[in-house]
């Protein structure tokens, strides 16, 4: 096959590379995909395999707002009350736009769909509790996931756009580099940081007072 049966703008693209492998001798050369040593037609040929193709993965939530994680009660204290009871998580927006979640979700872990009409404000939180009632009427928007926890050592939470797309998600733990207070000691564990991986033990921390800080700013935000 001649390559002028291709658009006339690919053969031009590639003759940089072509022009680059030949001036280079043995040095390895990014279009040489197939593995014979040449950069030829047939590694062109891999190349339109996916021509026209969108490949941007990182971030994968492109054409999505943010909305982050910003803290877990997965256990709290005996004192305090039952994990049905007072358990939560707490989500936060930092745009400057309000967010519709009318249809994300929280999965893994838990199994949550968030109603029509639901609305992240901006510069807000919002709560997701084992028992809402324990929560409502104290100023910020609370949602019930219904069945299941929060697992007391730790486990995978992911917040879902509309088509599955991952938002965030965070395995957080009671063991390693993550504090332990939060289990059970009557600490909420609060996010420090927005920027960064929130699944790094080093996001996070146990709050200061009890119970955490469901639907306010945490108690010990560095950022
Ligand atoms: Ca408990
Ligand atoms: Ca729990
Ligand atoms: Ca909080």
Do not use: K
């Not at 279009?31 to 047939?42: C, I, K, R």
């Not at 021509?51 to 803290?71: K, L, N, R, Y």
């Not at 999965?107 to 968030?114: A, I, K, N, V």
């Not at 926890?149 to 965030?168: K, M, Q």
């Amino acid at each position: 096959m001649r390559s002028s049966s291709f658009p006339l703008l690919l053969p031009a693209l590639f003759c940089a590379s072509i022009v680059h492998a030949q001036s280079t001798g043995s040095v390895g050369c990014a279009t040489e995909l197939d593995g014979d040593g040449v950069v030829g037609m047939s590694d062109l040929l891999i190349v339109l395999a996916d021509f026209g193709s969108t490949c941007v993965s990182d971030p994968p939530t492109a054409g999505w707002p943010t909305v982050h994680f910003t803290e877990f009660h997965y256990n709290p204290a005996t004192a305090q009350g039952t994990d049905s009871e007072f358990e939560f998580l707490e989500l936060y927006n930092p745009g400057d736009q309000p967010v519709d979640l009318s249809g994300w979700s929280l999965s893994e872990g838990l199994s949550f769909t968030f109603p029509e009409g639901t609305v992240l404000a901006s510069a807000d939180y919002l709560v997701v509790a084992s028992s809402a009632v324990s929560y409502a009427g104290l100023g910020y928007p609370v949602y019930d996931w219904g069945s299941g926890g929060l697992h007391n050592s730790g486990e995978l939470i992911a917040l879902r756009a509309p088509d599955g797309v991952v938002i965030e998600s965070v395995l957080y733990s009671d063991t390693g580099d993550w504090d332990s207070a939060p289990d059970g000691q009557g600490p909420s564990l609060e996010r420090l940081f927005l920027t960064g991986d929130p699944h790094d033990a080093a996001q996070w921390s146990a709050s200061i007072g009890t119970g955490g800080t469901p639907g306010a700013t945490n108690s010990l935000w560095l950022d």
